[in-house]
DNA sequence: TTGAAAGCGCTACCAT
DNA sequence: ATGGTAGCGCTTTCAA
């Protein structure tokens, strides 16, 4: 591996230079950079970023914490973020936290004791303290928060749309499915979802389920029709719930939607997949990683934030599995 | 942030006798390694991995170099190599290719730049020539090879069971999905697949797709039903695919199984979700993670490697896309 | 058993 | 416009 040495060598100038050359900062005559250019390409010459990295004390790259990189809506996510610091120069690092607070503070470390210039994390963890004096700023993505910058879609908004829809289709016995208590944005659809249906004409019961998991989902769809066999009507906590659902009705007969409307909530891509194809509110994922990176960018530098929360509206997405609106006039 | 020399001084001691006493190398007096560690607490030390990194050019980072990481098999994958990789102390730093080369060959660069101590490839390229003197050991999963060590599934007989379980159960007009030229895991399957039919006494015509997303998936799936309508059975690429065409075909009114048989391949975790569920060839992307994982640590360690192309089986699914065999005797 | 000092590759200050 | 050099935090000889 060449260094900056064997450049300056082969140029016949100092390291200095070949270092003022190479960042474009301070004189270099275009001779020189031209001299410098061609040893470079000679050399195949790459700066060292670890060295770089010691003396800045400061890399170019950025963590990425997921909770759970299973979930088919947080590679979503991290595509938005990585296209965008793709375009600005910046890298990468993504570290799965699997819904574990030991390996989240780990992934922590390892980003700090590797300098990482900024952190996105999307965790669902509410130990906060964990991202204080961090010596790097960072902005939660998925996750509201008041002390740090964060990116978070309207979950209120999203409750609330979700239970307007279904109520508006017909459902008369709605069951809705409470996602995991430590998790705020699941929270904040199911507050959302119960003031529509307080103020509504409906019967309604809760279930909860115990994480946004494969496996528990699948749990929680065979308990619900063992429960709640008069059912009408589902809201589930995300689309995985909902996909789960839809799959255990179909398997006992449960006509779908005529029988019984569900609607899941983030529209994943799997979810246009399933038959029927799944109603849902969709959270704009990729969007929503975007707007994140390009916030911890604008921190990074030091542009002023004049919006350090930002709210990202949710939508309906009318498919299949919800009735066709009776009402249009 | 507290640098060794800050532990040095409060502990009384030198530098080098807490790095002696960090690394457990060299001697240090039972009391003095006391003092240390009670200067290390007090302090809250972390050691600099960045200089560490400079000096030894080795660091504790493993690089992961994904395809694609919306594709459900690949969180799988890399799941397995996070779980074996922490387990022994290294850290995972994941990278998106996006099957775009350019992208590929950029994180190539960010892994040596940032001197990762070794690094895993599941991408797809041909292009081999990007792998060569990295300076650090290269596994490749998911993907053949002679010159590199590999971890991969056993395509040919996994095509190979499709067909055969296909046949078996009774479709005589099918048509066989192939996946993307470039890919040579897809193209083994298809192998595997299109030898068995040869030799079985049945109809079959081939549909290129075009990629493993999504989006081609969707567009496969209405272009199958056009083309080729007598269609009974699809051996599809992957679960992708497969679950497209099972949706294509239910919007279609198309019975599944009774009318048209479909066999996926990979075993996502979305498969079983589906209704009906999809019969598929399932790849243990989980422990091919955890091999790949493995046989890297032993490369790094410089144990002797007695295999250094692992081939794991793949084993036949059988779900509700399929019909039950009818002979079993 | 311990410490002084060189050096990993780079940047930035200060001379020239 | 260019070069010498200190120093980022750590590990590792080598000497004591």
Redesign the interface.
Known sequence: ?ATIRDVAKKAGVSVATVSRALNDKGYVHEDTRKLINKAIQELNY??????R??YKKK?R?IGLLLPD??N?FF??L??GV?DTM?EHGF??????ADENPA?EL??I??F????VIGLISATNQTETSYYESL?FPVVFLDRTSRQHPSVYADGLAGGKMAAQEIVKRGSKRITLLKGPMELKTAQDRFKGAIDELCHSNVNFNVMTTASFT?DD??KTAQELFDKFPETDGVIAGND?GA??I??EA??RGISIPDELQIIGYDDI??S????P?LSTIRQPAYDMGKEAAKLLIAIINNELIEQKNIQLPVTFIDRQTTRKVEDNG
């Open positions: 591996m790459k700066p060292n970023e670890v060295a990295s010691l890399s790259l990189i299973r088919p590679p979503e991290a595509r990585e793709q890298r990468l690092i993504i570290g799965n390996k780990d992934y470390h390892t700090k004791q590797n300098n010596g494969f989902a699948e995985l996909a789960a839809l799959h179909l398997r891509p799997l246009s997949l399933l038959f194809p």
